[in-house]
């Protein structure tokens, strides 16, 4: 059963940076692609960014493109999301997710992790 622990998020300024990490287990990480995806408060779900397998290549949501990099350590079985300039539009749950999932409509126990909340306020 594949697992995915989100960790990282909090409390921060506009502008602030914060970086949040996703462990895995379970399955084989270095041959699947994966997603972080967010849900606002009284919002749905949204794509941020995805991360390919070996060759690791990269794609991001026009708004968080320029302040957000995805990367993954397939050693280790990681994913990061490094955040700058965070704005209160970000605020929001963060999720990693096994797979690409640019249109996810709800939260799939067996592939994504429980969430982690990423606040953004003065």
């Known amino acids: 059963e594949a697992q995915l622990v989100e960790s990282g998020g909090g409390l921060v300024q506009p502008g602030g940076s914060l970086t949040l990490s996703c462990a895995t287990s379970g399955f084989t990480f270095v041959e699947n692609p994966i997603t972080w995806v967010r849900q606002a408060p009284g919002k749905g779900f949204e794509w941020v960014a995805s991360i390919s397998t070996r060759v690791a290549t990269t794609s991001y949501k026009d708004f968080v493109k320029g302040r957000f990099t995805i990367s993954r350590n397939n050693a280790k079985s990681t994913l990061h999301l490094q955040m700058n300039d965070l704005k209160p539009e970000d605020t929001a749950v963060y999720y990693c997710?096994?797979?690409?999932?640019?249109?996810?409509?709800?939260?799939?126990?067996?592939?994504w992790g429980q969430g982690t909340q990423v606040t953004v306020s003065s």
């Open positions: 997710a096994k797979g690409t999932i640019y249109a996810p409509r709800k939260r799939d126990s067996d592939y």
